[in-house]
């Protein structure tokens, strides 16, 4: 960075961190844009005077509000819903609901801030968002996750609507959760609209929506590779997490030619030399979709497979890494095992897998990099194609949708190698991404005044 990108960043972050104190993961995300986009700011300096990356960090809208519900057994459990709605500048807010243990202020507001780069990437009009609660499903009853995904949308269903903000699934929330919301604000608002996104096919879902984060993840990976004259076939790939985004990846990729060695959870990751075929993916979502059992049981049931308890799988040599379960999942030296192991492209199907000196450590070995907003870009995409076929009462084929996801995946990758191609031909996708994102935001800010 020269000078002024370095003074810029600085001060400005000094601010951000005064002023959001205690919020680690979110100065993280907003710290990554700001230097991404200080030489733009430079040379716009209008944008100084607009405030306009300050505006983006302070959230247009936060929601925090109290989510009581009783257990299976009669006892009374409290928990903290969230809605932070981030910017609206391109369209209605729009992004997912997390509902985990982990889940607070910080993590909101990064995951909003994120979306908001993210949703402008797609194309679509869509502004950014995010929800959740610290509400950890796990061993809960069907009955239990149905009362309190009632008593979260009797308060949300305030602030929410389909020309408002549309919320959709994350860690924790799938297609039983979209259900169970979504009933509840048809009850309480006496609508059939499309308010949410991954909703069942029969009621108003689009085909691929399930599919659609993994599957994007792959097309644009596809793309990177194809950078370097390569392909998914005969790679071998590590995968982490096991839920949705993880699933329809390790199925996309192996389809692809690839073959997959391992899939992970919060307790540990198993590593399946011989690689994922059909039949072992079927096992996958019986395992995690219906039982919602633990990745464990894979070694159990396949026992080439190898379980590794409480360790993530990144010190298994592969070519491509797809990290696709949560937050900072890949620090300084799990990157380094990495590049070791052989590793030449990471492409994150999660939000903000990989520390900034993990990605320090990926810049500087030049190996194919790119950040979850540009390459986990296609579920929300697929939302924002479920909300036009909603607005327009009626249902695309599956070749449709596939078609519409690979094009904008591919125009998002476009985008990375426009804004991102440095004087060498390296493309840094974080940079690219970023900028590309907030170009077309600032713009719409501009446009629509001091608001
Ligand atoms: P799921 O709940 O379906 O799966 C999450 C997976 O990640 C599980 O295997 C889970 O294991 C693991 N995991 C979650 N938290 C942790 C943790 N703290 N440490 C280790 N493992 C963890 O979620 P998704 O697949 O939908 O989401 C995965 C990632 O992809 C998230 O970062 C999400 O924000 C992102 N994403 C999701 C999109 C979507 O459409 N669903 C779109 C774009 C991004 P366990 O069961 O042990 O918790
Ligand atoms: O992080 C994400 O992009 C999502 N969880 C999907 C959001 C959406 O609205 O489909």
Not at 100 to 115: C, D, G, R, T
């Amino acid at each position: 960075m020269d000078n002024f990108a370095k003074k810029y960043v600085d001060g400005f972050m000094a601010e951000l961190v005064a002023r959001n104190p205690g919020e680690p993961e979110f100065h993280q995300a907003v710290k990554e844009v700001a230097e991404s986009i200080a030489p733009y700011i430079a040379e716009n300096p209008q944008l100084i005077d607009l405030k306009i990356l300050e505006r983006i960090a302070e959230p247009e809208r936060i929601i925090i509000f109290r989510v009581p519900w009783t257990d299976d057994r009669g006892e009374l459990h409290i928990n903290r819903g969230f809605r932070v709605q981030c910017n609206s500048a391109l369209g209605p807010y729009k992004g997912g609901i997390r509902f985990h243990a982990s889940v607070n202020l910080s993590i909101m507001k990064f995951l909003a801030f994120e979306q908001t780069f993210k949703n402008s990437l797609t194309t679509l009009p869509m502004g950014g968002a995010k929800g959740g609660s610290d509400f950890n499903p796990r061993g809960k009853s069907d009955a239990e996750v149905m009362r309190f995904c009632q008593s979260f949308m009797t308060e949300l269903c305030k602030h929410i609507g389909q020309d408002t903000d549309v919320p959709a699934g994350d860690i924790g929330v799938g297609g039983r959760e979209i259900g169970y919301l979504f009933g509840q604000y048809k009850r309480l608002r006496n609508e059939f609209t499309g308010t949410l996104t991954g909703k069942g096919l029969a009621w108003g879902g689009s085909i691929l929506r399930p599919e659609a984060t993994g599957y994007g993840l792959c097309y644009f990976a596809e793309q990177m590779l194809a950078t370097k004259g390569k392909s998914f076939e005969g790679q071998t790939v590590v995968v982490s997490g096991s839920g949705n985004v993880a699933q329809y990846a390790s199925q996309k990729a192996m389809r692809l030619g690839a073959k997959v060695v391992t899939l992970s959870d919060s307790d540990g990751f198993i590593h399946d030399p011989e690689g994922l075929t059909e039949e072992k993916m079927a096992y996958v979502f019986q395992l995690k979709n219906i039982r919602r059992g633990r990745i464990k049981e894979y070694a159990e049931k396949y026992p080439n497979a190898k379980y590794y308890p409480g360790q993530r799988p990144w010190g298994i040599p592969c070519d491509i890494a797809l990290p696709c379960a949560t937050q900072n999942e890949i620090g300084k030296e799990d990157a380094e095992a990495l590049i070791k192991g052989g590793c030449y492209c990471v492409a994150e199907g999660a939000n903000m897998p990989s520390t900034p000196e993990a990605i320090a450590v990926f810049q500087a070995a030049r190996i194919l990099y790119s950040p979850g907003k540009a390459s986990n870009a296609g579920g929300v995409a697929t939302s924002g194609l479920e909300m036009s076929q909603n607005s327009m009462r009626l249902h695309w084929t599956a070749e449709e949708v596939d078609a519409q996801l690979h094009r904008i995946m591919s125009d998002i990758h476009a985008a990375c190698l426009k804004y991102g191609t440095e004087e060498d031909g390296h493309v840094n996708y974080v940079k690219g991404a970023n900028l590309a994102g907030f170009i077309k935001v600032a713009n719409a800010m501009t446009d629509q005044g001091i608001v």
